[in-house]
């Protein structure tokens, strides 16, 4: 009867070991991704906010590399910085930007928001991996 508990030891930690070195390999995969996808949204801000707009190559060559890494949700936001007189004096608040072309410029004082969600993540991956990769990127238009 011993003899059994020490095999069922021993097995147990063979395949511990082989799931751990498993996961090790390939959450390292997962979290570099998740690295590419969040420098890749930084630097496409910066260029946002460097042309002060919003161009449709960009935008185009941003998403095919973004699709390439996996399947992205990305939601481009711009809030423009709006002046209120009030009681109080001057009051400014931020309301969504509403372009009517993609190639006009950007409001100085607005803000840009990059949303990216990973979409379709499965139960295995999340095991893996952790949650999937949300980024927030923004900054204002100087």
């Not at 906010?49 to 935008?59: A, D, K, P, S």
């Amino acid at each position: 009867m011993e003899a059994l508990g020490r095999g069922i030891a021993s097995l147990f930690c063979a395949v511990s070991l082989v799931f751990l070195l498993v996961y090790q390999k390939t959450s390292a995969v997962g979290w570099q991704r998740n690295q590419t996808v969040r420098a890749m949204s930084k630097e496409y801000v910066k260029s946002i906010q460097r042309l002060g707009r919003v161009t449709e190559e960009g935008w185009g060559m941003f998403w095919q590399e973004l699709q390439r890494l996996g399947k992205f949700d990305a939601k481009l936001t711009i809030y423009e910085k709006r002046r209120y007189e009030g009681e109080a004096g001057a009051i400014y608040l931020y309301s969504e930007w509403e372009q009517s072309g993609t190639e006009e410029q950007i409001p100085e004082g607005s803000y840009v928001r990059l949303t990216i969600v990973q979409e379709d993540i499965q139960v295995w991956d999340r095991f893996w991996y952790g949650d999937g990769c949300v980024v927030f990127v923004g900054g204002r238009i100087i």
